[in-house]
C-alpha cells in the first residue's frame, strides 16, 4: 500500500519536480525561437518572391504567413491552457483543452484544403536566390551609369517581344531571353528602376489591359479573358494590381473610356 502511495504522491506532485519545470520552459523558449525565426525566414522569401517572380507565387508567401499566423495563436492559447493546468482552475483548463483541439482540427482541415486548391503552394523557392540589395554590396564601388544602356535594352525588348504575356515569366526566364546574367538583371529592375520584378512585369500587364479595355474593337472581350490574356491568372491578383495603377477596378476603368 506504502509503493501505491508513494506513487499517486508522484504523480500527483510530477509537475513540481525541477526537471519538468525545466523541460516545459525550455520547450516554451524553443516554440517562441522557432516561430520567431519563422517570421524572419519569411519576411526574407517574401521579397525574393517580389523580385524574382511576376505570377501568384506571392500568394505562397500569404499561406505560409496564415499558417505561421494561426500556429502562434494556437501556441497561444495553449500557453493559457497549461497556465490554467498549474493554477488549478480544472474546469477552465478543460474548456481550454478542447478549443485547443478544435484549433488544431481546424489548422489541420484549412492546410489540407489549400493544398488540394493551389497544389503549386508547395513547389517552393530556389534556395540560390539572394536579394537584389545583397547583390549590389558587391558592387558598390562601380558606376551605375553603365547600366542605361541595358535599361535601354530591356525597356525596349519588353515592348517589342512583350515577354510579360507569359504568366509564369521569372526573372531568370526573362534573364535567359535577354541573353543577360540574372544577377546584372535583377539590379537593373530592383535598384536602377526601383521596383520589384512582380510590379516592374505587372505594370506592363496591367497597360496592355487598358489598352484593351480602352480599345472599342474588343469591347466584347470579358474582364476574365483580358486577364488573362495579358499575363495574369488570377482575377483578385489582376483587380488588385489594376486599381494599384489606375485607382480604379477594370469595370470602372472600361466605362470611363
Not at 516554440?31 to 521579397?47: D, P, S
Request: aromatic share 12%; net charge positive.
Amino acid at each position: 500500500m506504502s509503493n501505491t502511495n508513494q506513487k499517486l504522491e508522484l504523480f500527483a506532485d510530477y509537475n513540481n519536480i525541477p526537471e519538468i519545470i525545466f523541460f516545459h520552459i525550455s520547450l516554451h523558449l524553443q516554440a517562441i525561437i522557432y516561430l520567431t525565426a519563422g517570421f524572419i525566414v519569411l519576411n526574407k522569401a517574401k521579397n525574393i518572391f517580389l523580385e524574382n517572380y511576376s505570377s501568384n507565387t506571392i500568394q505562397t508567401y500569404k499561406w505560409l504567413f496564415q499558417l505561421l499566423l494561426f500556429t502562434s495563436l494556437l501556441y497561444g492559447v495553449a500557453l493559457i491552457k497549461n497556465t490554467l493546468k498549474y493554477i488549478g482552475e480544472g474546469d477552465v483548463f478543460k474548456i481550454a483543452q478542447t478549443i485547443v483541439a478544435l484549433f488544431v482540427l481546424g489548422i489541420v482541415c484549412w492546410y489540407v484544403l489549400k493544398a488540394l486548391r493551389y497544389p503549386n503552394l508547395f513547389s517552393g523557392v530556389d534556395s540560390k536566390i539572394s536579394l537584389a540589395h545583397n547583390l549590389v554590396d558587391v558592387d558598390k564601388s562601380e558606376n551605375y551609369k553603365l547600366y542605361n544602356n541595358e535599361i535601354q535594352r530591356l525597356k525596349h525588348y519588353m515592348a517589342t517581344e512583350k515577354p510579360y504575356l507569359n504568366p509564369s515569366l521569372s526573372l531568370k526566364n526573362l534573364a535567359e531571353q535577354m541573353e543577360m546574367n540574372s544577377r546584372d538583371l535583377s539590379i537593373l529592375i530592383n535598384q536602377n528602376l526601383n521596383q520589384h520584378f512582380f510590379d516592374f512585369i505587372n505594370d506592363y500587364r496591367i497597360r496592355e489591359a487598358m489598352d484593351i479595355l480602352a480599345n472599342p474593337v474588343k469591347k466584347e472581350e470579358t474582364i476574365l479573358e483580358i486577364l488573362y490574356e495579358v499575363g495574369f491568372n488570377s482575377k483578385s491578383s489582376f483587380n488588385t494590381a489594376f486599381k494599384k495603377h489606375t485607382g480604379k477596378t477594370p469595370t470602372e476603368f472600361r466605362k470611363s473610356t
